[in-house]
């Protein structure tokens, strides 16, 4: 890639790519198991509680564009999972392969170190999303278990796959 790639905290401005980047996969993949792409107003509400609970939203940006985007936000909600996080990804359908994931990865994963979390969870849409298995593979994870037939969308049912990073 000879566009250099930032990676960094996300602003309110960046919600309507972040939106278009997620609305793609809500019509077109599997990684969500969200069939009506939420507003931007959803996703600013969202961004919003993610950053008071002290935890990164990043984005990775080309020549000013949004190009992919990656937080952590609460497993649950009970307080005894208070240091365990879920993390989401998501990258530009235009911009896939060019390791952008393990950038905003590579940035994200000290942070939560950082900030005293205890383990990650990546609940993967599809057991068939060899790209973000291997990417939470490479990037230590482990798999804990699939849970199967649990979501359906495009007609078929499909799995979760669940990996946990422990710091």
């Not at 530009?92 to 994931?101: H, L, Q, T």
């Not at 170190?113 to 990650?120: D, N, T, V, Y």
């Amino acid at each position: 890639m000879t566009e250099e790639v930032i990676i960094r905290p996300s602003e309110m401005r960046d919600i309507g790519d972040v939106q278009k980047i997620y609305q793609y996969e809500v019509l077109n993949g599997t990684a969500t198991f969200d069939k009506i792409p939420p507003s931007e107003n959803d996703l600013m509400s969202k961004r919003q509680v993610i950053i008071d609970n002290g935890f990164p939203y990043l984005v990775a940006e080309i020549n000013g564009k949004v190009v992919g985007y990656s937080y952590v936000s609460l497993y649950r909600e009970r307080s005894a999972y208070s240091k365990t996080v879920e993390n989401a990804i998501y990258i530009d359908s235009d911009y896939r392969g060019m390791g952008i994931a393990s950038k905003l990865m590579d940035a994200l994963l000290p942070i939560c170190e950082e900030i005293g979390l205890k383990q990650i969870i990546a609940v993967i849409g599809d057991s068939e999303n060899h790209g973000s298995i291997n990417l939470h593979k490479k990037l230590g994870f482990r798999e804990v278990g699939v849970l199967e037939n649990v979501g359906y969308k495009f007609e078929r049912w499909i799995n979760v796959v669940l990996m946990q990073k422990s710091f």
